[in-house]
């Protein structure tokens, strides 16, 4: 049985453990990095208990139909997008909390590794021969039409799924190993802020 290429995208103590996966992620040191889309209405559900397939390197199934070098660079693109955007966003969302306060240490947190999240996807793109695109400010416009700290957190929460979802999809189609192995750490880190900023709204509903 073939295993389904993704679509092609348009490229339109919690907190502490969610602000370090990435950056501790040991990736080889060949072609190491350097350093919206549209966001669906409703969150993007994860099941438990979680399968990893998508993990494990495409030619372990022997038919998976791996990614072409420009589809690639259009995933990572896509991602940069999503990043760049949720970057911005919860630099506008900052002053609705105080930084000393759980939702404004996470909020913190979660815009640094997104600033170093898109430094890494610009660099995988360039490694693989493409440009990033320019940023885009309409997610933030529509973003900042959301009131409600607890609506806003949704928001962001979204963004993270997303990204989290989107690559997981993707990963088993991916056989260039230093760009699936920077992504899986990507994600892990996703996942956990995920589960930190659910936390944060539970706690603000309370």
Not at 13 to 18: I, Q
Request: aromatic share 4%.
């Amino acid at each position: 049985m073939r295993s389904k290429k993704p679509a092609r995208l348009d490229p339109a103590d919690h907190v502490r453990e969610a602000s370090t996966p990435l950056r501790n992620a040991g990736l080889p040191d060949q072609n190491r990095p350097a350093a919206m889309p549209a966001i669906a209405d409703g969150a993007i559900g994860y099941s438990s208990p979680a399968c990893y397939a998508h993990e494990i390197a495409p030619e372990y199934f022997g038919d998976s139909l791996a990614m072409s070098g420009q589809e690639l660079i259009e995933l990572l693109d896509a991602l940069l997008q999503g990043e760049r955007a949720g970057a911005d966003t919860i630099a506008a969302f900052l002053n609705d909390f105080d930084s000393d306060t759980p939702p404004g240490r996470h909020l913190s947190a979660v815009r640094s590794d997104e600033e170093n999240h898109c430094a890494i996807l610009a660099e995988l793109m360039r490694q693989l021969g493409g440009t990033p695109s320019a940023p885009s400010a309409e997610f933030l416009t529509k973003a900042l039409a959301v009131r409600g700290k607890v609506a806003r957190l949704e928001l962001i929460n979204r963004q993270q799924q997303w990204v989290a979802h989107t690559i997981g999809q993707a990963l088993s189609h991916i056989e260039q190993d230093f760009v699936r192995q920077a992504l899986v750490a990507m994600r892990e880190s996703h996942l956990l802020k995920i589960e930190a900023c659910d936390a944060l709204i539970e706690m603000l509903q309370a």
